[in-house]
């Protein structure tokens, strides 16, 4: 009966449970407002992005003092004597609403035209329209339940991807003319296991349709210019994933054809088969290819080595490469938005857990680097103050678990340190080496902060994937457990005030680890969690479940229940004292719905046997990412903290 949203029961019952956190908390409700001003108070309220260069204009986004949402504009010309333009301004658009998202944004080739989408209640449903940059008029179209788009080089074709009513599975590619009444159905991909999207090759020449399940790739183009006739390119073949870019007359594919962690390939655009393939990077044990990026005179290839991310440049006149040399051991880097195709320098993203978010200018032939813009602390900020460690934990197997942690310079590793530990391991996704300046509210107050890079992430590659999913998930919990075991061993925190945090399958992850060691945590603050997974499993109905078979299994067959039977937490929970627990749902989750945390909680309740706080708290007015105003966020950040904070009783002095 949970599951009915409509039922006034239902809704009786959420705001019960949020009354009951509210009642509960109300003695944090001064450190609440004390962490919600600390962290507000480092943020640069007014701000403005890097600009991005497209077309002859400088496109950007700003903040504004009190605002919650991003100005997205741009500027002709140059930025410091270009007339402003506003393209989408999400407070107009948020006016009246609890949630605003937006989600695709394209210009089309002639730069008169934008279409974008936006999602107003946080279920991840799109509304598309187009907006007439010259007029800042809507056009007569409308489309909902979009999910990527792509315009055609005439600037009047524009390309939509459409989800199902009822899974949510991106499921269709349509064409639509401007000014025409009616679109026409390109693609519809009938096999359940499979997503679409859409996108356009950096060159301009291609649209680019996928078609894709958690294992398997395929991929359909058509000319931009003529965009008529679409082709595949390389036919589906079970367990085999690609993806693809395009320069000059070839495409380049990352495939995994000859290893698990994928090779480069290029192929002639006209004549895409395997016998065609010239090898352009070969596979690798230690290597994972994470993604490939053409420019006129260079391909950029993301890497991650060692469980750390990496930019290789290949000159494609010569063959030369190199790496981007990083000063830091732990880190994460990437490309940013580098729109154009004829470059001599793009820009690079680079942060790790005490060096806030950077954006560099980087010459691919000079190597030399300028930085654009580094997040601004306000009140300052001396890195030097902190101290990023990368440890390892041996798991059962004798499986070495890496470990990334950060700390106030000055705090002793004496055992006593109160420790946030943090872990997912879930879909081959791996956890960011990221800054946080919220995070300086725990930091500056003593705390040890962790993240557990356990197996079913992609921190080591496809095979480290491989190893927590299906019916090896279980090492996922026992990581977890191991790198929690070696932070107490190890005396970076203390064995009684070690809090874990995790959100959607990290969620699953709390809950399975709570499960089996409950009296290893003093505090779980579980976010949106996945823990009901036998229930969900077993109904094709809801969003995601179909594509999921490939990640936990299809309980229908017996022995992919037992495994997930085995570790199903709201299966599982017993007798037992757990630890104090917040769990978070939003009522318009559509990736992990409320009715899973309510109903864990509820039976948590029945069967434990202590009486430590269990709060379950649902954002009524948001989704699977909670708040998306930027204040209704940091609210939520300092609930979260607080209830950290007290319950493992660390000194609440000022940061």
């Known amino acids: 009966w949970f599951r009915d949203r409509e039922d006034p029961a239902v809704l009786e019952y959420l705001h019960a449970e949020n009354q009951y956190a509210e009642a509960m908390l109300a003695p944090t409700a001064a450190l609440q407002e004390r962490l919600y001003v600390e962290m507000l108070g480092r943020i640069k309220e007014t701000d403005l992005s890097v600009p991005i260069r497209r077309d002859g204009y400088w496109y950007y986004s700003r903040t504004e003092e009190g605002k919650q949402y991003p100005i997205h504009c741009r500027r002709r010309g140059a930025m410091d004597d270009g007339v402003e333009e506003v393209l989408v301004d999400l407070n107009e658009l948020a006016v009246g609403k609890s949630f605003m998202s937006l989600g695709d944004f394209g210009v089309s080739d002639d730069t008169t035209l934008l279409a974008y989408s936006t999602d107003e209640t946080g279920y991840r449903q799109y ?93 359909r183009v058509t000319p931009a210019a003529a965009p008529t006739a679409w082709r595949t390119l390389l036919a589906r073949s079970p367990d085999i994933e690609y993806d693809l870019d395009h320069h000059g007359d070839s495409f380049y594919l990352r495939i995994n054809d000859r290893g698990r962690n994928f090779r480069l390939v290029s192929v002639p655009q006209d004549d895409v088969r395997a016998e065609h393939f010239t090898e352009v990077l070969p596979h690798r044990e230690a290597v994972m290819l994470e993604g490939i990026d053409c420019f006129a005179r260079h391909l950029v290839v993301s890497e991650r080595e060692g469980g750390i991310s990496q930019l290789a440049i290949h000159r494609l006149s010569d063959g030369a490469s190199h790496r981007i040399v990083f000063p830091e051991p732990a880190f994460e880097a990437g490309l940013y938005a580098n729109p154009e195709w004829d470059v001599e320098r793009v820009r690079v993203s680079y942060q790790s857990l005490v060096t806030p978010s950077s954006i560099y200018d980087y010459g691919l032939d000079s190597r030399d680097r300028t930085l654009l813009k580094q997040q601004e602390i306000v009140g300052g900020y001396d890195s030097t103050r902190f101290v990023s460690e990368r440890l390892e934990a041996k798991a059962p197997d004798g499986t070495m678990v890496p470990i990334s942690l950060v700390r106030r310079a000055d705090v002793a590793m004496d055992g006593t340190a109160a420790c946030l530990l ?116 077993f109904d094709p109905t809801l969003p995601l479940t179909v594509g999921e078979y490939e990640e936990w299994g299809n309980p229908e067959l017996a022995e992919q229940y037992r495994w997930i039977r085995a570790y199903c937490p709201y299966t599982n929970l017993r007798a037992a004292d757990y630890p104090a627990m917040l769990v978070r749902t939003s009522f ?26 269990l709060l379950l708290v649902t954002n009524m007015g948001a989704g699977h990412g909670g708040a998306s105003g930027r204040y209704d966020r940091l609210r939520e950040v300092a609930l979260d903290y607080a209830f950290v904070l007290t319950t493992l009783g660390v000194e609440l002095g000022e940061a």
């Not at 999910?147 to 009822?166: H, K, M, N, P, Q």
């Open 588 to 613: 318009n989750d559509s990736q992990v719905m409320y009715w899973e945390a309510a109903k864990y909680v509820a039976r948590l309740r029945a069967r434990r046997t202590n009486d430590l706080p």
């Open 127 to 219: 509304t598309l329209v187009v907006k007439d940059l010259a007029s800042g008029k809507l056009l007569d179209f409308t489309r909902e339940r979009v999910t990527s788009i792509a315009w055609g080089r005439d600037s009047r074709t524009l390309f939509y991807v459409v989800e199902d009513a009822t899974t949510k599975r991106s499921h269709q590619l349509w064409r639509h003319t401007l000014g025409e009444a009616e679109s026409s159905l390109v693609y519809e991909e009938a096999d359940e296991m499979f997503s679409v999207g859409l996108g356009r090759s950096r060159s301009r020449e291609w649209l680019v349709m996928s078609a894709t399940s958690h294992t398997t790739s395929e991929y």
């Open 422 to 537: 943090h872990g997912y391991g879930s879909y081959g996704y791996p956890y960011p080496i990221s800054f946080s300046s919220l995070r300086l509210s725990l930091l500056e107050r003593g705390m040890v902060v962790a993240i557990a890079h356990i197996r079913g992430g992609g921190e080591l590659g496809k095979p480290w994937h491989d190893a927590g999913r299906m019916c090896y998930k279980m090492h996922s919990f026992t990581d977890f457990i191991a790198c929690a075991e070696s932070l107490v061993a190890g005396r970076k925190c203390a064995a009684d005030r070690l809090a874990i945090e995790g959100g959607s399958a990290g969620g699953l992850l709390l809950g399975a680890v709570t499960n089996l060691r409950p009296e290893l945590f003093a505090a779980v603050v579980s976010q949106v969690p996945f823990v009901d997974v036998l229930n969900t499993m």
